[in-house]
């Protein structure tokens, strides 16, 4: 089934809209959404029933305390399988993610080739490595991990991964689109399911990643003006 992954950034407990990533913007989800009429993190999940999330914790990603949003991210955790970003960069970082959500995610502009492996190794199929890319280039610290996407991902092969993220900085959030020759050759190289973050439009987008070997989408923009339809978060769209 391809998967329809629904998107939150959480900043002080409430679901919001970071386009640019600039805190003094953020303005709950709520105010502009065609879906949501509460910020409330647990109520949206409540309503909109989706049966995976992903959660950005921006307190967390901006160095601010990590018990900020935490008993919120466990309370969805219960209530729909969820993937957490909180800037994890080692195996520590990992443990914490883990301890409230069901799959930690760890990016390659945080983390280290060296704590990926280390990470895998002691959570088998719980995480989720996103390849941060920005004009084309892994965004990344690590000079172990190459600038090339396709060289990152064929790395990851032998790891126990759950998954691999495919987050586009220059989409997320602007529903622009995506490249399918890329995609599609970025999913033909992975062993790991490839899902894509950032640039979803439409349902038809969702089709032609089915189609050319991508096996789900993080999903917000798209759904909050109507663009893909909920009942897509709960089941998925047959793919044929």
């Known amino acids: 089934m391809f998967r329809v992954i629904f998107v939150m950034d959480i900043f002080n407990r409430n679901v919001v809209l970071a386009k640019g990533g600039i805190r003094e913007n953020y303005r709950p989800v709520s105010d502009s959404s065609g879906v949501c009429s509460s910020p409330d993190p647990v109520e949206i999940v409540e309503v909109l029933q989706p049966l995976e999330v992903y959660i950005a914790d921006l307190n967390v ?3 601010g305390n990590r018990d900020t949003n935490s008993e919120i991210i466990r309370a969805v955790s219960s209530k729909a399988e969820t993937m ?7 195996p520590d970082d990992a443990e914490k993610a883990l301890s409230i959500a069901n799959t930690a995610v760890i990016g390659t502009e945080t983390g280290a080739l060296a704590a990926i492996r280390e990470t895998a190794s002691l959570h088998p199929g719980r995480i989720s490595v996103s390849i941060d890319i920005k004009e084309d280039k892994v ?7 190459s600038s090339d996407p396709f ?5 990851l092969n032998g790891l126990s991964l759950k998954d691999l993220i495919l987050l586009d900085m220059d989409r997320v959030g602007t529903a622009s689109g995506f490249d ?4 599609g050759e970025l999913a033909l190289r992975s062993k790991h399911d490839v899902l894509l973050g950032g640039g979803v439009r439409s349902m038809e987008d969702l089709y032609t990643l089915g189609r050319i070997g991508v096996k789900g989408a993080l999903v917000a923009t798209a759904v909050h003006n109507g663009s893909v339809p909920l009942e897509w978060l709960k089941r998925g769209p047959e793919i044929e």
């Open 61 to 63: 990603l901006q160095g």
């Open 84 to 90: 957490l970003d909180f800037g994890v960069s080692s």
């Open 139 to 145: 965004l990344k610290q690590d000079p172990e991990i």
């Open 151 to 155: 060289e990152i991902v064929e790395a």
């Open 180 to 183: 399918p020759a890329f995609l």
